[in-house]
């Protein structure tokens, strides 16, 4: 029972990161068609503000609940620059932002390794998520199940947003077409900003939750982002509940395949499945459809 | 000028290419010197397939590290089992467990032929199993990108997770000999430079008749209309799929030199960084025009040894801010700078009114 259930729970747990790391990623790529390579060092700064927030409020109990919207803002700040200098020259050219955003990506490394110790910084969990759950029998630790709720909860603000407000009815109305939302007063510089700002503020969120669990040096973006566009892909573009459930299965597989080898191998078998899938669904698991030639 | 002497002009930027590499380079370098020049040039070997992949094609392969690691591990191991002589077994082997035997795969890279025929058939085999389930299934443009930076990462993670096969993190290294010839005589290490910078030549030489054939017409057709392309009857996944495996060879031929060359052989140099280093150059050079990746690529290489010894985090902040800048602003790249410049000269002052073309 043991070896089905802590794999189960783990990988839940592990999925819901990728999740929301990969629910930024959907909105800018899926909905924009902007490959931004620097989301993953947008994790890493959500990471660090959770980890100087930690440093500066010394009672590690309280922090991560202002380090949460503390890096959403830094994290969406950063991406509101990223798309206000680099991409807004080039929406029509989808392969040229993700070059440009690989150079972006190795300059916010490297200020990272200029700033920060090299070995790495470590965030303490805080005493209230420092417990174990016991569930079955298998003694599982309460931030794992942290990590989902706050997933969740990220997921229903989205799709609040995309669905109730009136931005989200303009993020929709731009996607579906650009020249006819701006004919209608659609203003769709201003859209394109703040999904922008949403999309990457996830990032900074998934950074903090992230940095409870792993450690945090300056590759902890290179680490997430390659999984975090994998499950993006495998979902479909600009369907939510195709990331939800890519996110899912790649972060339970990946718990499970590791029960049987080590953790790389199991990585690559997941990299080689979706690959493979990716052959038989080219379009990922959900997809609009479409009369367009792409 | 005639169209036929202009077709020709390649032709003799590739021989004064061939002249500065072959004759001036190993007439005025220190051995320390050339030795990273072939370095350079391993990495303009990828670059060319690079060009052709994407310049070209169209296809941005951000995972061309796999095809290099594919020819230098091959070339690792049998300068490895050379070091080790008749019978041995590579030192991490014995450290990982002493009385471990060789791994059955890696018996017959005891042969040199054996060797070569890999550098050349391993990369064939992936890049046409890989290219043709990419290509038929009409994946492309940025799936096509991140799906071979996966493949990449995967690759180094797997070459990373098993250490007693393929020394993991640490790689291959302390070769003492290449094909017989020991790596401690500099008139060896010059041999194996001229080795190098002519099968660079040499892939120059092959990138310039694919350009100027059928199927560089074909390719380029295939980038900027691929539905026309498939409407004349024509299947662009060949295309594509030649192009794609031109390149892989070119990269694994990059990176089996690269072994002797830099002596060691380790999953860093081709993970997911170093496939983005290598399209750096490209990028920058100019990924259409037949010189801009090897330029590009000789330039960043030279870029990132002097610059990077002196001030570690400055090249990369330099390199980073180029990327954009030129993907920004010249997505032709310096090779670019000359017609443009043209163009713009020709919209202060147009010469004649031309006929509307597509």
Known sequence: MDSLIAPLLNGTADGALLLIAALGLALTFGQMGVINMAHGEFLLAGALTGYVIQQAISSTNGSILVALPVAFVVAGLLGVALEATVIRWMYDRPLDTLLATVGVAMILRQVVLDTFPSQGVGVVTPDWLDHQLDVFGYEWPLRQLFTIVLAAACLTALAALLKFTAFGRQIRATVQNRALAETLGVSTRQVDRITFFVGSGLAGVAGVAISLIAATDSTLGTKYIVSAFLVVVAGGLGQLKGTIIAAWVVGVSTAFFTQWTTGSIAQVIVFVLVVIFLQVRPQGLFTVRTRGLA | MTTRLKSLLPLVGIAALAIALLVVAPAVLSDLRLNNLAKYCCWAMVAVGIGLVWGRGGMLVMGQGVFFALGAYAMGMHMQLESVGEGGIPTFMILYDPLAPLPAFWEPFRSGAFTI??????????????????????????????????????????????????????????????????????????????????????????????????FGELLVATRDAEERVRFLGYDPANVKLVAFVVAAVMASIGGAMFVPIAGIMAPKSMDAAASIFFIAGVALGGRAALFGPVLGALAVGYGQSTLSERWPGAWIYLLGLLFIVVTIALPGGIASLGSRGAAALARVRPPHRKAESA
């Not at chain 2, 993670?157 to 096969?165: C, R």
């Open chain 2, 117 to 214: 025929a890999m550098i050349v058939v391993a990369p064939v085999v992936v890049a046409s199993v890989l290219g043709f389930a990419i290509f038929k299934r009409r994946v492309k443009g940025a799936y096509f990108a991140i799906l071979t930076q996966a493949l990449a990462v995967a690759l180094a993670t797997l070459i990373s997770g098993t250490i007693k096969y393929t020394g993991g993190d640490t790689g291959l290294s302390g070769f003492t000999s290449f094909f017989g010839y020991t790596l401690d005589d500099p008139l060896n290490r010059r041999l194996i430079f001229t080795i190098t910078a002519s099968l660079l030549v040499g892939c120059l030489v092959v990138a310039w008749q694919l350009y100027r054939s059928r």
